[in-house]
Nanobody, 126 residues
């Protein structure tokens, strides 16, 4: 069965960095786009960043553009999110997700993703 397991969250100071990882199994990882989304306390789910199946195409929400970098290692079935210049408003539960279908492009609607991990908490505070 499909499994997505996030790790790497924690407490960071404003301006600091964290790297999230998402280990995938149970499907042909290299055939699907992957994304990261987040949910802050009391707010809805927000798509953050996505990467195409071969890693050559990436997209970012305006709120993280220039600060976050998504990447993937298809040999390790893992997708990463490097987060730099963290802000308190980046505090959220971060999820990785698998595209519902194998396609060109990267969907930015969260309802286009069919499997989600359990999430990893990121807290940015001094």
């Amino acid at each position: 069965q499909v499994q997505l397991v996030e790790s790497g969250g924690g407490l960071a100071q404003p301006g600091g960095s964290l790297r999230l990882s998402c280990a995938a199994s149970g499907f042909t990882f290299s055939s699907y786009a992957m994304s990261w989304a987040r949910q802050a306390p009391g707010k809805g789910l927000e798509w953050v960043s996505g990467i195409g199946n071969d890693g050559s195409d990436t997209h970012y929400a305006d709120s993280v553009k220039g600060r976050f970098t998504i990447s993937r290692d298809n040999a390790k079935n893992t997708v990463y999110l490097r987060m730099n210049s963290l802000k308190p408003e980046d505090t959220a539960l971060y999820y990785c997700a698998k595209d519902r279908i194998s396609r060109l492009g990267i969907p930015i609607r969260t309802d286009e993703y069919d499997y989600w991990g359990q999430g990893t908490q990121v807290t940015v505070s001094s």
